[in-house]
């Protein structure tokens, strides 16, 4: 996690070194930078969720194609979960600029987003293991557990991502990425 802040802050050019000597402006330079590896880790995160979206996919189709489907309707449900999440953190702005701008985001409060943002990557890593599990299951009993996981783990990672929006906004915060609410 730190690495990716750490390649950010490295990358910096000299303008931006020297203005990190200028009181007050050193604040603006690391919020930027940690807005610019939350964008980076963001786009990381929602990579590696669709790369298991794509095996769900491929799960489903070869199902299908072995005569299984009555498992597929339930395997679809977490692959709608995975896209929703996916297109939730490919979508909600980066840096927090115009969705976020009346409310103010200090420095720590993006430190936060940022290890918030960064545990993510450990869900994606957990969701690998459960698809794995779901192929490894096909043609036991111990597939439909192996789907509900998937599911689980699915709707685990949408809530986390709400929750991200609610450290920012409140618990009446809308859902990140979400449309706006008609009038």
Known sequence: ????????????????????FIPGFKGYVDRNARRDADKLLRETVATRFE????????????MI?????ES????EAAAVKLRTFIDRV?????????????????EPELIQLYQFDASLLDRAVQLAAAVDNVAASAG???LPAAIRNVATLA???????QSRSELI???????????????
């Open 65 to 69: 194609q072995e005569g299984g489907i």
């Open 169 to 183: 906004l409140g618990p009446n915060a809308p859902a990140a990425g979400a449309a706006p609410a008609s009038q």
């Open 155 to 161: 709707q685990d990672a949408l809530d986390a991502f």
């Open 140 to 142: 036991t009993d111990g």
């Open 90 to 106: 490919r979508t909600a702005p980066y840096g927090y600029a115009g969705f976020f701008d009346a409310v103010k985001v200090n």
């Open 72 to 75: 597929v309707d339930a395997l």
């Open 51 to 62: 790369q298991q979206w794509s095996r769900v996919s491929e799960l489903q189709r070869q």
């Open 1 to 20: 996690m730190s690495d990716l802040f750490q390649k950010i802050t490295d990358s910096r050019n000299l303008i931006e070194k020297i203005g990190a």
